[in-house]
């Protein structure tokens, strides 16, 4: 039997003899999934799955088709990696023939984008009952008035039980992401691992909207009691979520969002969460998702017996993760947007102890810190970390921006120099010392929070600064209710030869990332780079 569709899958070329379950809500795809032993049900009624063999995205098995569409405008390298179109054509075909022997196959139609204006209908194909559930959640789930009009414009098809062949597809391995803009069409296989399909939806807009001059952000937003709202971007680990969901502002989102003239909009209708070492004290809200019925868990670990959930067990992965509706967080957006943003935060771990809490930018600073995302990593966190290292994600998400960094970097400079957006670097990391150092804390989290509160509300601009030596941007000499000597990390150290070395190191990692953006930005921002003291 076959479900109906607005648009039949025959008219987009996918022929099977599947009983197609088209546009299931939570319950019947839950009853799916269990039906199938696709997961179980946790004591609180979460679905609890495990991912396989991959508990993350498989980043070097992601291919864009190169043809007419995407020569010039696709940023070629290790993340934008080539597929020739004849490898495309055989794997396409392979795919579909394996569509066309399923006996079940799950079909939802979804929007990408909260704005009406920029959002692009997507339709999902998969294998999995569960898939179907969480790309329903992720996404922006139409009313059953837009699902009686849709018409999908791009494609994902989501087939786990596919093995690709690396002769016959130009792939890397038997695990395959493949993109084609021309044909409008994502197909994912071998690989059971979710995210995969709410980052193909991720790098589908940070291609398509550029071109329609909204900015695509990997960034967490919110608003405040006065109507203004923030974006916060930062690599994992710098507080992006955390710093985002706060009781007395209003959340957007906390992933993916687009900046256009009119609003910040969530690309999103739902969170996609880590799990690792939650508990109920320290992220309450999230906490409380872990026992409604409709959130997935992902290679979270569970008591056979009581059916009792371990977020500290990391023996499958660190990377565990929840998926729910934006709606299970209080205080949300109604509509998952809200006005441009009055403040543009970057966030950073600094493992080296350099950098201040806070520090003011000006459009130039901002885009050359957008373009180096820096954050880094502590010692220890990695076999062979013995010291802190630095991490540089271009635009705080290297790995899903198909344009060339520059496209985005200048959409930015060029949205705040419109908006007047006051711009902040924030510092979750070390003071004081190296975090390797015997005794070294991170930046007491009541202060981020005093500090970051301060900008948001406008206080923080009456303050009197300083020009930091290094990185030329201005620091608060005093703010209220925050020690005077987090606010000057070299008064910090007890040695002040030993910071100005370790400054001098970091200058120069940032110099060196930075040289291969030098020719694609102008000289005000070429300028903004740090200079030692």
């Not at 490898?87 to 196959?105: I, R, S």
């Not at 569970?302 to 990391?314: G, I, S, V």
């Not at 300083?466 to 209710?481: H, L």
């Amino acid at each position: 039997m076959t479900a109906s569709l607005s648009t039949p899958l025959t008219v987009q070329g996918i022929a099977t003899r599947a009983r197609i379950h088209a546009n299931l809500g939570t319950a019947p795809l839950v009853e799916d999934a269990l039906r199938k032993g696709e997961g179980r049900l946790t004591k609180d009624g979460a679905l609890l799955v495990d991912t396989g063999k991959f508990t993350g995205r498989s980043v070097k098995d992601k291919f864009v088709v190169r043809d007419a569409v995407t020569e010039d405008s696709i940023n070629w390298g290790t993340v934008n990696q080539p597929m020739s179109g004849e490898h495309w054509d055989n794997l396409k075909a392979d795919f579909l023939a394996a569509f066309a022997d399923q006996d079940e196959l799950y079909v939802a139609d979804l929007f990408g984008g909260s704005q009406p204006e920029y959002r692009v209908n997507v339709r999902v194909v998969t294998q999995m009952a569960w898939h179907n559930l969480f790309i329903r959640t992720l996404l922006v789930r139409p009313t059953a008035e837009e699902l009686a009009a849709f018409a999908p414009e791009y494609t994902i098809v989501n087939l786990p039980s596919f093995k690709a062949d690396p002769a016959r597809h130009g792939c890397r391995s038997d695990t395959v992401i493949a993109v084609n803009f021309s044909e409008k069409l994502i197909l994912i296989g071998n690989t059971e691992y979710s995210g995969e399909m709410k980052k193909g939806v991720f790098g589908l807009l940070n291609f398509l909207l550029p071109a329609q001059g909204v900015m695509p952000m990997h960034c967490s937003a919110n608003i405040g009691a006065d109507g203004t709202s923030a974006i916060f971007f930062g690599l994992s680990g710098t507080g992006k979520t955390t710093l985002s969901a706060d009781a007395s502002r209003t959340l957007i989102g906390d992933d993916e969002h687009g900046w256009s003239d009119t609003a910040i909009f969530n690309f999103e209708g739902g969170c996609y969460a880590k799990m690792i070492n939650l508990s109920a004290e320290g992220e309450p809200e999230i906490y409380a998702t872990t026992k409604m019925f409709g959130t997935i868990l992902e290679n979270v670990t569970m008591d056979e017996a009581t059916r009792e959930l371990d977020f500290t067990d990391d023996s499958k992965t660190e990377n565990t993760r929840g998926a729910y509706p934006i709606e299970f967080i209080p205080n949300t957006s109604e509509k998952n947007l809200g006005p441009p943003p009055s403040n543009v935060i970057f966030l950073t771990a600094d493992a080296f102890g350099v950098l201040p809490p806070i520090a003011r930018l000006t459009p130039d600073q901002a885009m050359y810190h957008f373009l180096s995302g820096y954050t880094a990593k502590v010692a220890g966190t990695e076999i062979g970390v013995t010291e802190p290292t630095a991490t540089f994600s271009t635009c705080f998400g290297a790995a899903f921006m198909p344009r060339h960094p520059s496209v985005y970097g200048n959409l930015l400079k060029e949205r705040i120099a419109k908006g007047g957006a006051e711009c902040w670097l924030v510092n979750t990391g070390w003071s004081g010392g190296k975090a390797s150092d015997p005794g070294i804390k991170r930046m007491p989290i009541k202060a981020t929070r005093a500090l970051l509160n301060a900008a948001l509300d406008g206080s923080l601009n009456d303050a009197e600064f300083r020009k930091d030596p290094n990185f030329g941007f201005e620091v608060p000499v005093a703010v209220p209710g925050v020690d005077a000597g987090l606010l000057d990390p070299r008064a910090a150290w007890t040695n002040g030869d030993e910071y100005d070395a370790t400054a001098q190191k970091l200058v120069d990692l940032f110099v060196a990332n930075f040289a291969q953006f030098e020719d694609h930005v102008d000289e005000g921002v070429r300028q903004a780079a740090p200079k030692a003291a």
